[in-house]
């Protein structure tokens, strides 16, 4: 039997937010400071069904609804109905009907409507999104709406002609739509945190699906069968592609790879089409529904609680291996969109917005919300201690429950914006509030106690506020990114190109260390590795499966290597080479380890396709671009790369991306922190910078550079070419004992090698040397008494 119990203790209560269940039943607690009145609804099913029961929690002064219900079963579905001043209660009212109504909004701008059934912003898992398939037999997504506009609320799979006058959006129920929040509690164990130090960290960035959505991972373990180190990858099951599951199953390829982290793009709650209907696509995850509950459809375990079990058992597998799980959040914006069509009383919100909105959203003077920073339709408030709480909650969620290891805050700026403090309208004012805001300090301290990592995307349609994040953040370098396309594109903006190989001192020496700045020079967003040297500017406009898409940049200080695959090959292995040995941390793209290409699009944030995964086929060939996109689709990659100079079956790239990957991990010398004030015994690290002759200091437009990492019994020359034709180097000769070998190459001649010397087996390098056009080469410093066939 279920059942209220203790109702008088309900108003006094400090239960958390959410579900909580025990033996004395399961407690339900939802925010909702100026209702009047809250409803909670629990349901048989998620879609087609209306309440079986329902409980009237009590207001406490926390403004905190809550009520204890007993004999529910975990996995119980539930939803809530909200009234407020702008729709006060009448007992006359009953689903479906406008009886009290008096406004779509109220006088702070809240959107009450009791007709719109919402789901828990706590709520541990959710059963469908807005987008899901199913809503379709039981109405469409247009009933989410309110305000006074007519709609047919019949499901899209009937047609019939109405005998009577359609109803307001603001009167259709959407008990049997909408998404209910589940009843769960998961002690799924996971396997300990490695605890990898900032300055050791190498990131593969990657959304769940890219991974091992494409049919080539079913045949990993096969296509790796002679890569050296990648004994341990398996083929993934048909039915794990593109899940959690398969995803934790790549644990040992990101390992062999020399990655230390895997930074997953957004996976709580999103809005998407099961089946990618046109329109309802959102393949990067960035519109996010609800900030405690895994995607549903990246888990082959579809049960209530699957998702959340079989998250944990992903991260459980790259611990185990000694790998750390970062999440990329979106906690800027939600999936519950603007006003549609520009009608103030017309939202579609399922969850905050329904609940408080004056306290989650920002809005202009006149109620209208705004998105000025984001460009998604929304924007939270952060002046709001509740959507502050919000963020904090969450978090402590996926570090504690989830056993993540860090996180990346897309538009991390808009967490530091506290319009309130001006006038809504004066948006320019509130730079000055942006360093000290408590929310920004807040996710600081708890990365701090918490020992995970907090990196920001630190812009937004605002500002660009890398370098200015309070100590403790991470931050995107989109600074390092500008500066390494243009220096390897031949610009000669030395000076700014040093300073980013450097750690960018400037802007991250008073942050914690020059592990701070993530470098990269692509991501999800924009250009890939291999398209940056391939195209001059985008091509969003091919048709399915490598576009169309709308967007992107059209500044990508790009150059396509005027048409020359071979100079193509050479320059995106001086991009790996300088990700590797700059000071910072290194993030790549899916897929760049083996030269995957978009045919050019730099903004496919909605193709659900294909052509958008990880073709792992490019691996075991010297021809990466040439194998299908699938085997039963007409489109082909274009021929970007062309043939690598080694076996057919080898793609020197993936050899070569390996084999620095794992060389900056054995090397302390490429994981500075610090610019040689901080060393211990007072030891002089640093970054030391040439001319290739040797004299003076490299100037503004020098195209050649020399650059000694120095670290005593750990030293490495990086001789850097990006002028037109060949240049002589001259470095000072080792220290007695020592000697200089070859181990990288990134010229094309050196392909045979796959562009390195194992580590002791390069040639001795003595005397002048001379560096190829376009091209880089790396020297490392090493004791003669180690040489094979010496004393």
């Known amino acids: ?41 629990i349901y048989p099913e998620a879609l087609g069904a209306d309440a079986s029961h329902t409980f009237l929690p009590a207001k406490g002064r926390d403004g905190i609804w ?66 899901s398939d199913g809503i379709l ?35 259709v129920d959407t008990a049997r739509q909408a998404p209910k929040g589940i009843v769960i509690t998961d002690f ?110 990246y888990s082959s375990d579809k049960s209530w609680g699957g998702p959340t079990r079989e998250f944990k058992e992903m991260v459980s597998a790259f611990h ?51 998105d000025g920073a984001t460009g998604t339709s929304n924007q939270l408030n952060f002046s709001s201690d509740a959507a502050c709480r919000l963020v904090l909650d969450s978090l402590h969620y996926w570090t504690h429950d989830m056993a993540v290891d860090g996180f990346r805050f897309d538009l991390a700026t808009v967490l530091g914006r506290k319009p309130d403090e001006a006038h809504p309208e004066d948006w320019a004012r509130q730079k000055r509030f942006f360093t000290d805001h408590p929310l920004l300090v807040s996710i600081a301290e708890f990365a701090a106690r918490e020992g995970i990592e907090v990196i920001a995307e630190a812009w937004d349609l605002w500002g660009y ?38 750690g960018d001192y400037h802007h991250f020496h008073d942050s914690g260390g020059a592990q701070k700045s993530i470098n990269f020079v692509d991501a999800h967003d924009g250009f890939n590795m291999v398209d940056l040297v391939s195209y001059q500017e985008k091509n969003n406009d091919e048709p399915f499966p490598f576009g169309p898409s709308d967007g992107g940049s059209d500044n990508n200080l790009s150059w396509d290597s005027g048409g020359s695959q071979e100079l193509r090959r050479q320059r995106v292995r001086n991009l790996w080479t300088l990700l590797f040995f700059s000071r910072g941390v290194p993030m790549v793209v899916a897929g760049d380890e083996f030269g995957r290409t978009q045919n050019g699009n730099n903004n496919p944030w909605e193709l659900d396709s294909v052509a958008m995964l990880n073709n792992y086929a490019m691996i075991p060939t010297a021809a990466p671009h040439l194998v299908d996109v699938e085997a039963d689709v007409e489109a082909a990659y274009h021929d970007n790369l062309g043939r690598f100079d080694n076996d057919e079956d080898v793609n020197g790239l993936f050899r070569f991306a390996t084999f620095l990957a794992n060389l900056r991990q054995r090397h302390e010398s490429l994981q500075q922190k610090h610019w040689g004030d901080l060393i211990p015994d007072n030891k002089d690290v640093s970054y030391l910078f040439h001319t290739p002759t040797g004299e003076g200091y490299p100037e503004e437009g020098h195209r050649a550079v020399a650059i000694c990492i120095n670290n005593p019994g750990d030293d490495f020359w990086v001789l850097i070419n990006m002028a037109e034709h060949s240049i002589e180097f001259t470095v000072p000769p080792p220290v007695h004992g020592h000697v200089h070998r070859r181990v990288i190459d990134t010229a094309v001649w050196a392909e045979p090698n796959h562009n390195f010397w194992p580590e002791g087996e390069g040639d001795v390098m003595e005397g002048p040397t001379s560096v190829e056009p376009w091209s880089i080469v790396v020297w490392q410093e090493v004791p003669l008494r180690s040489e094979k066939g010496t004393d």
Not at 1 to 22: C, R
Not at 141 to 160: H, L, Q, S, W
Not at 274 to 294: C, K
Not at 342 to 362: C, H, I, K, P, R
């Open 1 to 41: 039997m279920i059942i209220a119990l203790d109702e008088s203790g309900w108003a006094t209560a400090d239960w958390p937010l959410g579900t909580t269940p025990s033996a004395e039943g399961i407690t339900f607690a939802v925010y909702a400071p100026a209702a009047t009145r809250v409803q909670l609804e």
């Open 188 to 297: 799924t164990p996971v396997h300990a945190k490695p605890g990898i130090p900032g300055e050791k960290t190498s990131i593969y960035e990657v959304s769940v699906p890219q991974l091992t959505g494409h049919p080539s991972a079913c045949r990993l373990g096969d296509l790796l069968k002679d890569e050296p180190g990648f004994e341990g990858v398996v083929n993934v099951p048909d039915e794990y592609r593109g899940t959690y599951k398969g995803a934790g199953m790549m644990a040992p390829y990101l390992k062999a790879l020399g990655f230390t982290t895997v930074e997953l793009l957004p996976l709580q709650q999103t809005n998407a089409s099961e089946s990618a209907r046109q329109g309802y696509t959102n393949a990067w995850g960035y519109m996010t529904l609800s900030y405690f509950a895994p995607h549903r459809d």
């Open 137 to 171: 037999e039981h109405g469409t997504d247009a009933v989410f709406g309110t305000g006074g506009e007519e709609v047919d609320p019949t499901p899209a799979v009937v047609e019939v002609e109405p005998e009577e006058p359609l109803p307001t959006r603001r009167s």
């Open 320 to 370: 185990a291996v000694g790998m750390e799980v970062y999440l990329d959040v979106v906690y800027n914006h939600t999936a519950e969109g603007g006003n549609w069509d520009g009608d103030v009383n017309t939202t579609g919100f399922t969850s905050l917005g329904g609940f408080a909105t004056a306290e989650y959203y920002q809005m202009t003077a006149d109620f209208r919300l705004v």
């Open 66 to 131: 809550r009520a204890n219900v007993q004999g529910l079963p975990l996995g119980a579905l539930y939803g809530y109905r909200v009234w407020g001043p702008n729709w006060p209660y009448v007992e006359t009212w009953e689903p479906g009907s406008e009886e009290g109504f008096v406004s779509d909004l109220d006088q702070e701008g809240n959107r009450f409507n009791p007709n719109k059934v919402l789901f828990d912003p706590y709520a541990r898992e959710v059963t469908h999104n807005v987008f």
């Open 465 to 502: 506020e890398v370098g200015n994040f309070p100590r403790g953040w991470g931050e995107w370098n989109g600074r390092y990114r500008d500066a390494v396309r243009r220096y390897t594109k031949g610009d000669g903006n030395t000076r700014d190109f040093l300073d980013m190989v450097n």
